[in-house]
């Protein structure tokens, strides 16, 4: 089973602190993912990675960036907290980068943002 | 522009079918997917189904597609307590690979 793992399930940090959230998957996927799920707005993407030292923004990358220094580990920066980067964030690899692609989550992290 | 669309909320008695409802927008999504987030989980893939086909059955779980109108279904037969949970409807974008995700269905399953 393809197991996805993030660091933290819950966070609360202070507005302006920098945010490290870590995701590892441990069957050699290509891409990993992240995105942010609010309520009413579904999953957003944020940012992704097809490769290792690879990254495309998404479609809300504003305030954060990533770092794909290994392949099964992708993770989440956000520089400079803000509260309304408190949000469920949500971690997911893939396999390859074809139609018939699957996404595997993480578990979730909850962070809020005082 | 891109968009699916889902209803947020669903209530159904236990033991009757639900149907979630989907619409999508992106007429060339080779596939479509339904995930399933329980309370406290991260999403799990339950199903998917390719766009040459009208309907996918799995169990409990039957997914429809109408290509024309773009509107994809999932109907869980015989539903159980169980079943509470957000389900996503997504597409594929072939252009990128990328998920176009819907805002999530919440079924709510009472007694």
């Known amino acids: 089973d393809v197991k996805v793992t993030q660091s933290s399930r819950y966070l609360v940090k202070r507005t302006g602190e920098k945010v490290f959230l870590e995701c590892v998957q441990d069957?050699?996927?290509?891409?990993m993912f992240w995105y942010r799920q609010d309520p009413g707005l579904g999953l957003r993407l944020i940012y992704f990675?097809?490769?290792?030292?690879?990254?495309e923004k998404g479609d809300i990358p504003e305030g954060y960036s990533v770092s794909r220094e290994k392949k099964e580990r992708f993770s989440l920066i956000l520089e400079s907290a803000s509260t309304n980067q408190t949000s469920m964030y949500l971690c997911?690899?893939?396999?390859?980068?074809?139609?018939?692609?699957?996404?595997?989550f993480g578990p979730g992290t909850r962070l809020t943002v005082l | 522009g891109e968009d699916v669309e889902q209803s947020l909320f669903l209530s159904v008695r236990e033991g009757d079918s639900s149907v979630i409802n989907c619409t999508y927008t992106?007429?060339?999504?080779?596939?479509l997917y339904w995930y399933k987030q329980e309370p406290g989980a991260g999403l799990q893939l339950l199903t998917y189904?390719?766009?040459n086909m009208d309907m996918k059955q799995d169990q409990r779980l039957t997914v429809l597609l109408n290509k024309k109108d773009k509107h994809l279904s999932l109907r869980i037969a015989d539903t159980q307590t169980g079943d509470s949970a957000i389900y996503f409807c997504?597409?594929?974008?072939?252009?990128?690979?990328?998920?176009?995700w819907g805002a999530g269905t919440k079924l709510i399953i009472k007694p």
């Open positions: 997911a690899s893939s396999l390859l980068g074809a139609s018939t692609d699957t996404q595997y």
């Open positions: 069957m050699d996927h290509e891409n």
């Open positions: 997504a597409e594929i974008k072939d252009s990128n690979y990328q998920l176009i």
């Open positions: 189904i390719f766009s």
């Open positions: 992106d007429s060339s999504s080779t596939y």
């Open positions: 990675s097809y490769d290792v030292k690879m990254k």
